[in-house]
């Protein structure tokens, strides 16, 4: 029975790294995989473990594991929930036109520096999706040459992937991570903030050396905000995000109580916003939009399909995760490849096996890698192979074009090809994320060698 759960998982997960080819959209097979898995463990009794750190494999009944597992995997889609709506509200505001204030050079090698510094403090606090999403769409109203804004947009999804990577609410994995208490956050961003620096900063300085960034680009148009309110809301709304992490640190609560704080002031506030605009259209003869509510109009818009996929590969790895598979298959790992770190270190998971699944998320979605992980190895908080992973897992992605949620992106709006991304930057992405990894594992050993 267990060779047929592995190879459903196995299905389900070519299914996930195959929809562009299969032209299927991946919640779908993370839907079936996760309800097949179960019904499969239900219908044959099977039984099912939680794992229990420092003591192993405790025996449970299926519906108790199944809700446990679900409410940790809730905590993660109603963090994202309200991440999503946050940023949703700010654009109903138009507040990202905010960012267009900070471009004032016509310089391509300024505006390759601005626009990967801002990709990168951005995706740490809005996630690199929409950090990625946002600067393209301001890219593409200040860079007329096509050639040269998909090289802007390469090195964008650079370092937007490693901004999310050393902030635990600037990535889906990292937030993963957090959620879990795997990481704390002042942690995180001590062990992997200086390799992400460098994981941009370096392809950005090669990059920068290059023909295609010589030069100026044409007269820049900065738009006049449309919105009184833009810059109000986009600040609010990114310190309502950024409130978050104090919020968890304070109370010891989970992020998402936290999230839905944050989503209330702000919903609270552009609901004050907006009647106090239809009161003023009123008055002067206009009733159209009356019935639109910001907060409505946000949670109507936020990314469904992403958030069914986040449920059906977490269950999905649940499910292998309850049979101890996932368990048995980290003791042979941790068995069988050496561990390369300092002699000091209590952590025992190699780090060749850690840049195996940062490579693996260039191919395969990073969010089941990441979740296997936390199924995998049975450590403590705050152990440094938890940093590495968020590391790992964040910014290798970026080395193929498909390899993220940000790229993909990137590749829809610019249509950038496949083969040009792997030829033109994929070595960038490479480069970066080796030179990042290493800095990561001299520093861990320094702060472990200094304890």
Request: charged content about 15%.
């Amino acid at each position: 029975m267990e060779i047929l759960l592995v190879v459903i998982f196995v299905l389900g997960y070519l299914g996930i790294a195959m929809e562009h080819s299969l032209k299927i959209d991946k919640l779908i097979p993370a839907l079936a995989m996760m309800a097949i898995l179960w019904a499969l463990i239900g219908v044959n009794h099977l039984d099912v473990f939680e794992i229990i750190p420092g003591i192993g494999k405790e025996s449970h009944h299926v519906e108790g594991v199944l809700l446990h597992h679900l409410g940790k995997t809730a905590e993660i889609l109603f963090f994202l929930m309200g991440a999503m709506t946050i940023v949703e509200i700010i654009d109903y505001f138009d507040g990202f036109s905010t960012i267009k204030s900070f471009i004032r050079t016509k310089s391509k090698v300024r505006l390759l520096w601005l626009f990967s510094t801002l990709a990168f403090v951005l995706s740490a606090i809005i996630d690199n999706l929409t950090a990625t999403i946002v600067l393209i769409t301001i890219l593409q109203k200040i860079v007329s040459d096509k050639e040269t804004r998909l090289w802007f947009a390469g090195l964008i999804v650079i370092a937007a992937n490693a901004g999310g990577a050393w902030s635990p609410i600037g990535d889906v994995t990292t937030t993963m991570l957090w959620i879990a208490n795997k990481v704390s956050a002042n942690q995180l961003i001590i062990h992997v903030l200086l390799p992400s620096i460098v994981c941009y900063a370096l392809p950005t300085l090669i990059a920068s050396r290059l023909s295609i960034f010589k030069g100026n680009i044409e007269e820049i148009i900065v738009e006049d905000n449309v919105n009184t309110n833009s810059a109000l809301m986009f600040y609010l709304g990114l310190g309502g995000i950024l409130f978050v992490p104090l919020f968890k640190t304070l109370t010891h609560l989970p992020p998402y109580v936290g999230m839905m704080l944050s989503l209330a002031v702000v919903a609270a506030v552009a609901e004050f916003l907006s009647n106090r605009r239809f009161k003023v259209g009123k008055a002067m003869g206009d009733h159209d939009g009356s019935h639109h509510s910001p907060l409505h109009k946000s949670l109507s818009k936020i990314e469904m399909p992403s958030l069914l996929f986040f449920l059906g590969i977490l269950m999905a790895v649940a499910a292998l995760e309850s049979l101890g598979m996932l368990y048995d298959f980290a003791g042979s790992l941790e068995a069988n490849i050496p561990y390369l770190g300092t002699e000091h270190a209590s952590t025992k998971i190699s780090d060749l096996v850690v840049l195996l699944l940062g490579a693996g998320s260039a191919i395969i979605d990073n969010v089941p890698l990441v979740a296997a992980s936390i199924g995998m190895f049975q450590i403590g908080m705050d152990e440094p192979a938890w940093h590495f992973i968020a590391y790992a897992a964040g910014t290798g992605g970026s080395i193929l074009i498909i390899g993220s949620a940000a790229g993909v992106v990137a590749m829809g709006m610019e249509k950038i090809d496949f083969f040009w991304y792997l030829k033109k930057i994929g070595g960038l992405a490479l480069i970066g994320f080796l030179a990042g990894s290493a800095v990561f594992v001299v520093l861990r050993d320094f702060l472990l060698n200094s304890h």
